[in-house]
């Protein structure tokens, strides 16, 4: 028993980090997943010593914001560094999400490596809705009493649910106290499902973006790999760092830093820049029941890819009609967030709809269109190391 206690850490460092075998191919868009996995680590770090000074409740929860601001030893760092760090979580977390939808990286047998990742996006974004109610301002107090009530269009049970989460009657004392605990032990959970997802990597290896299979030129993790990562991973840090002290409020909103007031509305309520297409597509329906199907319609349809465009192989580099559309869905989805910080009048309502419509047409009738005319074409044909071996001219 000792003898595999003492080894099965340098064994798994071995095999995870060492001998670890990766195609040559790797460019640094897939540093990204290292760089979620950082701001994982640091999230859980600062708000772990965060909590140690915040106070849930209603009438202190403000002021032990403000408290950890002001008088604790570098707590405006802690806090900063917590609250732009979940802005940059999402944004290596959605440059991942594209990066394996424009090389493929979802296909057979790596499927379940992205339906892992998709249950990772879904309790990201509950876990970073629940965190932005606790500074108890006036945009967390009222943007909570918006997403919490979306949960009344459910049919007959809606109203309960609502009244059960918020504890009472309305977004109080109970709601708050609910939403720490869990906002506490999400990102535990969140962190169960990323060594998951690792494992499941390592299992069947990183995609090849070249899309060549078997893979007989793959280099070793260690050093070449760890070499780029560290180099990447400094820069990294230069970036975050750089937001956090010149720039710390930049992608939060100026109406949190004042205190919850039930009796007054926000001229204009909007959810963290991370949320707003979601938010887009939510309110360009006009029913509130179909709103809340289609904006998680939206995830779901972004998890069932293995699903939807299963059938090709290669990456989009090689396939230029998939390409063209790709870039389509990106601009698409750059123009929902712009549409969900704008108020809800004409034309942003119009453009909203349209960017809605052409989301769900990109996944469910597009793609699946274009992967099929490629497939008769001969673009999908699946490559092996065969095809990119020397073969001597016959005389």
């Not at 059938?311 to 969900?340: D, K």
């Not at 009738?365 to 065969?386: C, Q, R, V, Y």
């Amino acid at each position: 028993m000792r003898y595999w206690s003492s080894n099965s850490i340098f064994i798994l460092i071995d095999k995870f980090f060492i001998t670890h075998r990766s195609p040559i191919f790797l460019g640094y868009l897939w540093n990204f997943g290292v760089f979620a996995f950082l701001c994982l680590f640091i999230q859980i770090l600062t708000g772990l010593f965060l909590a140690i000074h915040y106070n849930g409740s209603t009438a202190e929860a403000f002021n032990s914001v403000e408290h950890i601001m002001r008088d604790v030893n570098n707590g405006w760092f802690l806090r900063y560094t917590h609250a732009n760090g979940a802005s940059f979580f999402f944004i290596t977390v959605y440059i991942h999400i594209l990066r394996g939808m424009y090389y493929g990286s979802f296909v057979k047998p790596r499927q379940h490596i992205w339906y892992v990742g998709s249950i990772i996006l879904l309790l990201m974004i509950v876990t970073a809705f629940l965190g932005y109610v606790l500074p108890w301002g006036q945009i967390s107090f009222w943007a909570a009493t918006v997403i919490t009530n979306m949960v009344s269009a459910v049919p007959f049970v809606g109203t309960d649910i609502v009244t059960w989460i918020w504890g009472g009657f309305s977004v109080g004392g109970p709601t708050l106290t609910r939403f720490y605990a869990l906002h506490f032990l999400m990102p535990f959970v969140i962190l169960a499902l990323v060594l998951f997802h690792i494992f499941l990597l390592h299992k069947h290896g990183s995609h090849n973006p070249q899309g060549i299979e078997p893979r007989i030129d793959d280099n070793f993790f260690f050093p070449y790999y760890i070499v780029k990562d560290i180099y990447a991973i400094i820069l990294f840090f230069v970036a975050l760092s750089f937001v956090i002290f010149f720039y710390p409020n930049t992608l939060g909103h100026p109406d949190n830093y004042i205190p919850a007031n039930p009796l007054v509305t926000p001229t204009h309520i909007v959810p963290e820049w991370y949320f707003l297409p979601f938010y887009a597509i939510l309110r360009s329906i006009p029913d509130k029941l179909y709103g809340v199907v289609a904006m998680l319609g939206s995830i779901i349809s972004l998890a069932l890819i293995p699903v939807t465009q299963q059938p090709y192989v290669t990456s989009m580099e090689f396939r230029p009609a998939s390409r063209f559309c790709f870039w389509w869905f990106v601009n698409c989805s750059v123009i929902l967030g712009w549409i969900g910080s704008q108020t809800a009048k004409y034309p942003y309502v119009e453009i909203g709809q349209l960017a809605t419509g052409f989301y769900f047409f990109y996944f469910w009738i597009l793609m699946p269109f274009i992967i099929a005319i490629e497939n008769e074409i001969g673009f999908n044909k699946e490559a092996t190391s065969s095809d990119y071996s020397f073969q001597p001219a016959l005389s």
